[in-house]
C-alpha cells in the first residue's frame, strides 16, 4: 500500500477484522450471500493480508497447466465451477483431442458411498455405450478415492439457462420448445437404457453454437447422496445444488424426490416440465424463497399460471407433467414429447397485445421485474464501459410509488425488448410519455436525487428515445456532481445525439472527454477504409465507423465488416513494427491509441449486439494492446493473436507483460545513466 | 457404533451455552438434524474414533463457537463427515491423523510449493502448518484445526488456513521486503531536457495527475478497485478471478475492462477540473502522461 492510496477514502462497508477462515472456506465454495461476498471484498480491498490471501486461494484453485489426470489426460484451464466440482478443458493424449473433465469433489468413505458409486460407474458405462445427438457423451469415468472424475465431450457452448440470459435474451417461445423438444429425446433415449439424470434442470442443458442441445451430468446428483447428509431442505436456498448438499435442485424437484423417495424416469418428467415451464415463461412454476416453501406449493397441487403469450394448449400439457401423483402424469417421456408436438401443432400463436392504459402495464411490473432479474444473472458485468444500453436494461427497476411520479413511470417492463411490434411500439410510446410527465414534475421538484434523473435518462436511453433522454440530461446540474457520475451524463448526453442521428456532434462531445485529438474522426467517418492512405487513418476511421454501427442501425454484418478491417489493418508490418520500436515515440504512442480505442469501441459494439463471445474477445485484444503499450516490446503477442486464440494469449500476457516491465525499467536506469531518453519527448 | 440416541442427545444439549438452548428451543427439529449428523458421520468413517455421544458433545462446542451463525444455515452447511475427522484429530487418534495426511497431505503440499523460496523451503512450511494445526495453541488457545466447525468442506478450509499460515510466515521471513518494479517505474520518467519551462509544466503537471489519479482510485467502489488491484498488481488472471467470485470467464473480463475505463475517466474529469484547462490542453497534457497511465494503476493500487 502506498502513501497516496491510504490518504485516499476508503469508503462504505469495509469490515474492520479480517474474515474467518469459515467466510473464506465459504467463498471458495460459493454459498456467500452477494452482501457478504461485497463485505470481503472492501475489506480485502483495504486489508493488505487479506488481498493477498484472496489473489492465492485464486491461483491454487485452479490447476497449474500441464497437471495430469491419470496417465492419460493433461488438464489445461478451468471452465467453470459447479455443484459436483470444477470442471476444466483438458487435453486426451491417447486420442489427441480436447474433451471436458469434471472432477468431482471428495466423497467420503461412507458404507452407501460405495454402493452409489458403483451405481454411477454403472450408469456411467451405460451412457457410454449410448450414442444420442441430444445427450452429452461420456468418454471415461476415472480416478481413485477420494477424487472421481468424468471424462466428457467439450461443447462450445452455453447451458441453457445462460443461453436464455446472454446469447439470445428473447428467445421466440417455438425455439424454446424446439430445444426442449431434442432434449427431451435424449432424456427419453437415456430412460430406455434404464439411466435416470436425476437433476434435470436448465443449467444441465447445454445448447451448442451449432443449435444442437445437449442434456449432461446424469446421474451425478444420485453420486452426491454418498457425499453428504440429508439437511433439512426448509432451510436450504432454491436455487442451486448448493455444493452438491441437496440431493437434485429443490426448484426442479418432483414431490417424490421431496419426500426423499428414490427418483425414477417420472421424476425426471417433472424436472422436465419445471425446466421447459421456466425458459417458456422467464419465472418458476412453484414460487417459494427456501426449499420448504417450494415443497409446498409442489405438493399443492396447483398447477402454474399460464399467460406470457404461451399458447394455453402448452401450458396444459406442461401442467399434466407437473402433475402430484406420479401416475397422472404421461406414462413416457416419450408421450409427453408427442403431446407438446401435438399442441404447438394445433394452434398458431397469437401475440397478446399489452394494449390501453399505462395501469395495465405497472401491474405488469412485478411479474416483468421478476424475469428481468432472472434472465440477467450477470447484470453488472453484461455492461460495457461507456454504451449505456444494457446497462440502463439491468438496473433493477424501483418500486412504484404514488410520492414519486418518477419512480412510478420508471418502473417498467420490458426496457431490453427491441420496439418490434404493434404493442411494442405503444408500450414505448406510452412510457416515453410517462417520463415525460415525470420530468415536468421533477421540475417543480428540484429537491429531487439528481442520480434519479440520469437512471431515468439511461432507461430512455435504452429504449432509443433520445429526446426524452437528452431533456432529462439537461435537467442535471454536472458541474456539482462527483467526477464518475458526472462523466457517465456527459457520456450519456454524447451517445443522445449519436442516438439522434448527430454522430458528428456527439463525436465532438465524446472527443472532449477522451483527451484524444481526433477531429479528424468526424471526416473518416464517412470515408471508405481502403481509401486512406495511412493506416492510423485507416485505425481512426475504423473506429469511427463502429460508433456509428453502434448508435445509428447497429447491424450485425457491419460490425463483422468492421472487425475484419481492424484485423486486416493491425496485421501489417508497421503496426508490428511500431509496437517492436518504442522509440518511435509520438506518431506510435497515437497508432497504439487509434489501435486500443477500435478494438474498444469494436468490443462495446459486439457486446451491445448480444454478440458476447466476440465483444469479450475483442475487449481482452484491447485490454493486451493498452496494456502492452507500457512496455518497449511486449507487442508482439498482441499482434499476432486473433480472436481463435485471444485467450490463450491473454494468459501469457501477464508474463510478457512483467518481463517487459523489466526491460523497461532497465532500460530507464541505463538511459538516465548516459543521459539519452528512452521515452516520447512531450512536446 | 452403538446408536443410543437419548444418551447423544443429551450430551448435546448439555455441551450447548444457553444462547444456542434458545435458539435451538425457537427452531424445532433440532433433534433430526443432530440424529441425521451423527448417522453421516458414522457411516462416513466406519473406524471407531469418537464415541456418538462425544462427538455430539464435539457439535454442541462447534455450534457454540459459531455464535453468529444463523441455526438453520448452520445445520445446512455442516459437513458433519468432515468433521468428524477434524474432531478425532484434535483427540490426536493416530489412525484418523493418518487419514488426514493421506487425505490432504498432497493438497498441503500442492499450496506450499507455491510459497516455497530460499531459505524457506515448502518442506518447512508443511511442517510449520502442521504444528500450527495440530499441536501449537492458537490465539484462542487451542491447535487451528479445532477451530475448523464443519462449515464447508475441511479442504477448502484447509486451503484457506494454508494460504493463509504462509502467508503470514512469508511475511515475517521476507524481510526486507522485496520492491516491487513497478515502485520503481515512475522513478524512471525522463525529463525533458533543454525546455526548462515544459519541464516545470509536467512536473506541475505530474503532481496534479498523480493526486487526480488517487483521487479516482479513492472514488472506486471497493469491490472494483479489488479486481483491478488483483488483476493489475497481483497478476490474476481473468479464468483465476472468475473461478474465484464464481463469475464467467468474459464476465471477469469485461468487469475489469468497465472498472479500468471507469478509473481512468474518473481521473481526466478529475485533472481537467483540478488543472483549469479547456480539453483541448487538457489532451495534450494527457498524451504526456499517457504512456504511464497503465504504470500508474499498477504503482497506485499496489
Known amino acids: ?683 | 457404533m452403538i446408536a443410543n440416541v437419548e444418551g447423544a442427545r443429551a450430551s448435546f444439549w448439555a455441551g450447548l451455552g444457553s444462547a444456542r438452548r434458545n435458539d435451538l428451543a425457537r427452531a424445532p427439529g433440532w433433534e433430526a438434524h443432530l440424529d441425521a449428523a451423527l448417522d453421516e458421520a458414522a457411516r462416513a468413517w466406519r473406524s471407531d474414533w469418537i464415541s456418538r455421544d462425544d462427538f455430539a458433545a464435539d457439535l454442541a462446542a462447534r455450534l457454540n463457537d459459531d455464535d453468529e451463525e444463523d441455526v438453520a444455515r448452520w445445520w445446512s452447511h455442516l459437513r458433519p463427515g468432515d468433521l468428524y475427522l477434524a474432531c478425532a484429530c484434535v483427540r490426536g487418534v493416530a489412525s484418523a491423523l493418518d487419514r488426514f495426511e493421506r487425505l490432504h497431505g498432497a493438497e498441503i503440499a500442492r499450496i506450499a510449493q507455491r510459497f516455497d523460496r530460499p531459505g524457506l523451503p515448502a518442506d518447512d512450511l508443511i511442517q510449520l502448518l502442521r504444528a500450527k494445526l495440530f499441536t501449537t495453541p492458537g490465539p484462542e488457545g487451542r491447535p487451528r484445526i479445532a477451530t475448523y466447525t464443519g462449515q464447508g468442506f475441511l479442504q477448502n478450509w484447509l486451503r484457506v488456513t494454508a494460504t493463509r499460515t504462509f502467508i503470514d510466515c512469508c511475511r515475517t521471513h521476507d524481510e526486507p521486503p522485496e520492491v516491487p518494479i513497478r515502485n520503481e517505474l515512475v522513478a524512471v520518467l525522463p525529463e525533458p531536457k533543454g525546455d526548462p519551462e515544459l519541464a516545470l509544466l509536467k512536473r506541475e503537471h505530474m503532481t496534479h495527475f498523480k493526486a487526480s489519479f488517487a483521487e479516482a482510485v479513492g472514488a472506486l467502489n471497493s469491490a472494483d478497485r479489488l479486481l483491478l488491484k488483483q488483476h493489475l498488481v497481483e497478476r490474476l488472471t481473468i479464468d483465476q478471478l472468475g473461478a474465484l467470485y464464481h463469475l464467467h470467464r468474459a464476465s471477469a473480463a469485461r468487469r475489469i475492462a468497465k472498472a479500468r475505463d471507469a478509473l481512468l475517466l474518473a481521473t481526466r474529469i478529475a485533472l481537467a477540473r483540478r488543472l483549469g484547462v479547456p480539453p483541448e490542453r487538457l489532451a495534450s497534457v494527457l498524451e504526456l502522461v499517457a504512456s504511464r497511465l497503465e504504470a500508474s494503476i499498477e504503482r497506485l493500487l499496489g
Open chain 1, 1 to 683: 500500500m502506498t502513501s497516496s492510496t491510504s490518504k485516499s477514502p476508503r469508503p462504505e462497508g469495509a469490515i474492520a477484522t479480517c474474515p474467518s477462515d469459515k467466510t473464506f472456506t465459504r467463498l471458495l465454495e460459493g454459498t456467500l450471500s452477494e452482501a457478504e461476498l461485497q463485505a470481503v471484498q472492501a475489506h480485502g480491498d483495504g486489508c493488505a493480508a487479506c488481498g493477498r490471501t484472496l489473489a492465492e486461494l485464486a491461483r491454487t484453485m485452479t490447476p497449474g497447466q500441464g497437471d495430469w489426470l491419470g496417465e492419460r489426460f493433461q488438464l489445461l484451464e478451468p471452465l467453470g465451477i459447479g455443484g459436483m466440482g470444477v470442471v476444466y478443458t483438458a487435453f486426451d493424449t491417447k486420442l489427441q483431442r480436447k474433451v471436458a473433465v469434471k472432477r468431482l469433489r471428495e466423497l467420503a468413505a461412507a458404507s452407501s458411498a460405495d454402493r452409489r458409486r458403483a451405481r454411477f460407474l454403472r450408469e456411467a458405462q451405460l451412457l457410454a455405450s449410448l450414442s444420442h445427438p441430444n445427450v452429452l457423451t461420456v468418454h471415461d469415468v476415472g480416478g481413485a478415492d477420494p477424487e472421481l472424475y468424468v471424462v466428457m465431450e467439450l461443447v462450445d457452448g452455453w447451458p441453457m439457462s445462460r443461453w436464455i440470459s446472454e446469447a439470445d435474451p428473447r428467445p421466440d417461445w417455438r425455439r424454446v420448445l424446439d430445444l426442449y423438444l431434442q432434449v427431451g429425446r435424449g432424456l427419453s433415449a437415456a430412460h430406455q437404457l434404464g439411466v435416470v439424470h436425476r437433476d434435470v434442470k436448465p443449467e444441465n442443458i447445454l445448447v451448442a453454437r451449432n443449435g444442437r442441445v445437449l442434456i449432461g451430468d446424469f446421474g451425478l446428483a444420485g453420486l452426491a447422496e454418498a457425499a453428504t447428509a440429508t439437511p433439512d431442505p426448509s432451510s436450504l436456498p432454491t436455487g442451486l445444488t448448493q455444493t452438491g448438499a441437496v440431493l437434485g435442485t429443490p426448484a426442479y424437484m418432483a414431490p417424490e424426490q421431496h419426500d426423499g423417495k428414490p427418483a425414477d424416469a417420472l421424476s425426471d418428467q417433472f424436472s422436465f416440465c419445471v425446466s421447459l415451464y421456466e425458459s417458456l415463461h422467464g419465472r418458476r412454476p412453484f414460487p417459494g424463497q427456501t426449499a420448504g416453501e417450494v415443497a409446498a406449493a409442489v405438493r399443492s397441487g396447483h398447477p402454474p399460471a399460464g399467460g406470457d403469450g404461451i399458447p394455453r394448449e402448452i401450458d396444459r400439457v406442461i401442467a399434466r407433467g407437473l402433475a402430484v401423483a406420479p401416475a397422472r402424469r404421461f406414462p413416457s417421456m416419450d408421450a409427453l414429447l408427442a403431446a407438446l408436438d401435438g399442441a404447438r401443432a394445433r394452434r398458431p400463436f397469437k401475440p397478446v397485445l399489452i394494449a390501453g392504459a399505462i395501469g395495465v402495464v405497472l401491474a405488469t411490473t412485478a411479474a416483468a421485474a421478476i424475469v428481468g432479474a432472472n434472465r440477467r444473472t450477470q447484470p453488472a458485468a453484461v455492461v460495457s464501459p461507456a454504451p449505456p444500453v444494457r446497462e440502463a436494461a439491468a438496473a433493477p427497476a424501483p418500486a412504484p410509488t404514488p410520492a414519486h411520479p418518477t419512480l412510478a413511470a420508471e418502473a417498467e417492463p420490458g426496457t431490453s425488448a427491441a420496439p418490434r411490434s404493434r404493442s411494442r411500439r405503444e408500450v414505448l410510446a406510452r412510457k416515453a410519455e410517462a417520463r415525460a410527465r415525470s420530468l415536468a414534475w421533477a421540475q417543480h421538484h428540484p429537491e429531487i436525487d439528481p442520480r434519479m434523473l440520469l437512471d431515468s435518462a439511461d432507461r430512455s436511453h435504452a429504449d432509443r428515445d433520445g429526446a426524452t433522454c437528452l431533456t432529462a440530461l439537461n435537467k442535471i446540474p454536472f458541474d456539482a456532481w462527483p467526477p464518475a457520475l458526472a462523466e457517465r451524463a456527459l457520456r450519456r448526453r454524447a451517445t443522445c445525439e449519436m442516438l439522434r442521428g448527430n454522430c458528428d456532434k456527439g463525436r465532438r462531445q465524446l472527443e472532449a472527454l477522451d483527451g484524444v485529438s481526433g477531429s479528424r474522426a468526424a471526416v473518416l467517418a464517412n470515408c471508405p477504409v481502403t481509401s486512406l492512405p495511412t493506416i492510423e487513418d485507416r485505425l481512426l476511421a475504423i473506429s469511427a465507423q463502429a460508433d456509428e454501427a453502434r448508435y445509428a442501425g447497429n447491424k450485425p454484418a457491419r460490425r463483422k465488416e468492421l472487425k475484419q478491417a481492424l484485423l486486416r489493418q493491425t496485421a501489417t508490418p508497421q503496426i508490428d513494427a511500431c509496437f517492436r520500436d518504442r522509440n518511435a515515440s509520438r506518431a506510435c504512442g497515437r497508432r497504439l491509441t487509434s489501435v486500443a480505442r477500435a478494438y474498444q469501441v469494436l468490443a462495446e459494439s459486439f457486446l451491445q449486439g448480444h454478440d458476447c463471445a466476440e465483444g469479450a474477445a475483442l475487449d481482452v485484444m484491447h485490454s493486451q494492446v493498452t496494456f502492452q503499450s507500457v512496455g518497449p516490446d511486449g507487442g508482439d503477442s498482441a499482434l499476432r493473436c486473433r480472436s481463435g486464440r485471444v485467450f490463450a494469449a491473454y494468459r501469457s500476457c501477464a508474463d510478457a507483460g512483467e518481463a517487459a516491465e523489466r526491460r523497461c525499467l532497465a532500460r530507464g536506469q541505463a538511459a538516465r545513466r548516459d543521459g539519452t531518453a528512452v521515452l516520447p519527448d512531450p512536446r
